[in-house]
């Protein structure tokens, strides 16, 4: 069963989502296109998934996306110690998205998450 959230994260450069925004919906990462789905976080897995990929990057974007939008194209599938990850197989409209927040970075390279839901 997925996370008890209405609202999953993805971690986008700011070029990415502006090629997004002009398209009227994101087909993903290089990664996400290579993997076949697009690779989203719960509240709780976004600071780490952040740490492991993302570390030190200037330029994100957190977009929040609503769950319940998405259909049955969201999976929730295991993968870091067997939790369970939301993967988009689709694009994401962008009526799905409830609000994209700059992903800042400290002075240490670690990025300053703005309040998530839990």
Not at 88 to 98: I, K, W
């Amino acid at each position: 069963m997925p996370p008890d959230s209405s609202l999953i994260y993805k971690i986008v450069s700011q070029h990415e989502w502006l090629a997004a925004e002009a398209e009227g919906h994101f087909i993903g990462s290089a990664v996400d296109i290579d993997d076949g789905y697009i690779h989203f976080s719960t509240s709780t897995q976004a600071r780490e998934t952040a740490a492991r990929h993302f570390a030190g990057r200037h330029g994100l974007l957190l977009v929040a996306v609503e769950v319940a939008a998405l259909g049955e194209a969201l999976k929730w599938e295991p993968s870091r110690g067997g939790a369970l990850f939301p993967h988009l197989y689709d694009v994401l409209p962008l009526h799905a998205v409830r609000r994209v927040d700059v992903l800042p970075v400290d002075e240490d390279g670690t990025h300053l998450f703005p309040s998530m839901e839990d």
